[in-house]
């Protein structure tokens, strides 16, 4: 395999999770009873520029189709964050009517409505049909299309450059993220900025969320990768902090090479230090990793197979990708989890892929009273573990699997 980055034959492996359907491929009670497409799920290590990837089976038209059934708008911490987020870039850059706002993977308009709602001008870039309908609707212009430079040539052909470019939780979705770091740069005005979120890689090692691996994820960056990578593609780094989401994540700050404004904060060599500390460019940083996951993996199954020999119940919540990689991995199937719970529309009356476990409404909880509620998308657990309490009325107990199994 070649890195999708730098070129170099790449052969460490972090960890092979085995075969697995795509993530979002939920199916449906005809295609239940059609073959699955199933992908080897392995991530390997690029020893030259240190990018770790997964190995790519299928393109990502096939992952981001019509039927793609992640809508960002279902988590109200979410709705928030992108809140916040909006409000605070609009006073960093001095955002104002004229202004324009790009946001790469925009999803169901999540984060431009509030652009939008402030009266400044903004496009999303989106291609898959489900979501970009929705943000349409919310009244957010967007593009179906994927991202690349060409793209980028005709925004600033149509509609000037771009104050400010945001992309969260997008970039690790890209085969190629050299292609979009050389648009972003093209896309951008000369004191206009690039707000990336993404997973931060040594969260992932360091607390061993395997679950975040998925086909739809190509690669897995820590902060050292990202800021060789951007200056490689004509873009510096100037801001970075730490975000609680998804485990642990990432909001990088860069701007064009060229610009008059560059000012590049403390944190910038501070956080490539604790990263040249923990030894992200050796591989020991890397090689308990898998051992950690089969451990957690097997923890679930014992507790899994333990409460069906006591003739307890056990639901799942959250028909998140995260959870199919959990269930895949550990080989559950609906005998230890009857059903998964969850409140989007798009996926309730279909089947998660592989184990092909039913999704049902969340108000089906109270007629089924588990003993027990297993909280798939773990990095929700304040969230979700708030809006269930009512399984205390029976007696039920919460669940969360990774980083570690914890029952309360």
């Known amino acids: 395999m070649k890195c999708r980055n730098c070129g170099s034959s790449v052969?460490?492996?972090?960890?092979?999770?085995?075969?697995?359907?795509?993530?979002?491929?939920?199916?449906?009670?005809?295609?239940?009873?059609?073959?699955?497409?199933?992908?080897?799920?392995?991530v390997l290590i690029c020893e030259t520029c240190w990018l770790v990837q997964a190995e790519a089976y299928s393109r990502s038209a096939e992952i981001f189709d019509e039927n793609y059934a992640y809508f960002?708008?279902?988590?109200?911490?979410?709705?928030?964050?992108?809140?916040?987020?909006?409000?605070?870039?609009?006073?960093?850059?001095?955002?104002?009517?004229?202004?324009?706002?790009?946001?790469?993977?925009?999803?169901?308009?999540y984060l431009l409505r509030n652009f939008v709602d402030a009266g400044i001008r903004c496009l999303g870039i989106e291609p898959t049909a489900s979501t970009a309908s929705a943000a349409r609707l919310l009244g957010v212009?967007?593009?179906e299309r994927f991202f690349d430079e060409a793209l980028a040539h005709e925004i600033v052909r149509d509609n000037g450059t771009a104050e400010l470019v945001v992309a969260i939780n997008v970039f690790a979705h890209v085969p190629y993220p050299r292609e979009v770091l050389r648009g972003v740069r093209q896309l951008l005005s000369e004191c206009g900025v690039f707000s990336v979120e993404f997973p931060h890689l040594s969260a992932l090692i360091e607390n061993v969320e395997f679950d975040t691996i998925y086909h739809e994820h190509f690669s897995y960056f820590s902060f050292t990768t990202i800021v060789e990578m951007m200056r490689e593609c004509g873009l510096t780094v100037v801001d970075v902090a730490e975000l609680p989401t998804h485990g642990g994540s990432l909001r990088v700050f860069a701007m064009r090479d060229d610009s008059q404004s560059i000012q590049v904060q403390s944190t910038v060599?501070?956080?490539?230090?604790?990263?040249?500390?923990?030894?992200?460019?050796?591989?020991?940083?890397?090689?308990?990793?898998?051992?950690?996951a089969l451990q957690i993996r097997n923890d679930f199954v014992e507790f899994l197979i333990q409460q069906r020999g006591r003739g307890r119940?056990?639901?799942?919540?959250?028909?998140?990708?995260?959870?199919?990689?959990?269930?895949?991995?550990?080989?559950?199937?609906?005998?230890?989890?009857?059903?998964?719970?969850?409140?989007?529309?798009?996926?309730?009356?279909?089947?998660?892929?592989?184990?092909?476990?039913?999704?049902?409404?969340?108000?089906?909880?109270?007629?089924?009273r588990?003993?027990?509620?297993?909280?798939?998308?773990?990095?929700?657990?304040?969230?979700?573990?708030?809006?269930?309490?009512?399984?205390?009325?029976?007696?039920?107990?919460?669940?969360?699997?990774?980083?570690?199994?914890?029952i309360w």
Request: proline share 5%.
């Open 11 to 42: 052969s460490l492996e972090l960890i092979d999770l085995g075969s697995a359907p795509l993530s979002n491929a939920y199916l449906t009670s005809v295609t239940l009873r059609r073959p699955e497409k199933w992908f080897p799920l392995r």
């Open 72 to 109: 960002s708008s279902f988590s109200t911490l979410w709705l928030d964050h992108a809140r916040d987020l909006c409000e605070s870039m609009t006073t960093r850059l001095g955002l104002t009517k004229s202004s324009f706002v790009v946001e790469i993977g925009s999803n169901d308009g």
């Open 141 to 143: 212009p967007t593009l």
């Open 269 to 292: 060599a501070e956080l490539v230090a604790q990263e040249t500390m923990a030894g992200v460019k050796f591989k020991r940083f890397y090689a308990e990793f898998e051992s950690k």
């Open 313 to 368: 119940t056990v639901v799942g919540y959250g028909a998140a990708a995260k959870g199919n990689t959990l269930l895949n991995f550990a080989g559950v199937r609906k005998d230890l989890m009857t059903v998964v719970a969850d409140r989007n529309p798009a996926k309730i009356g279909k089947y998660l892929p592989g184990s092909r476990i039913p999704i049902v409404n969340e108000s089906e909880l109270e007629k089924l």
């Open 370 to 406: 588990p003993d027990f509620v297993v909280i798939l998308p773990w990095n929700l657990k304040s969230e979700i573990g708030e809006q269930l309490q009512y399984v205390r009325k029976w007696g039920g107990k919460l669940v969360v699997a990774v980083p570690h199994l914890e």
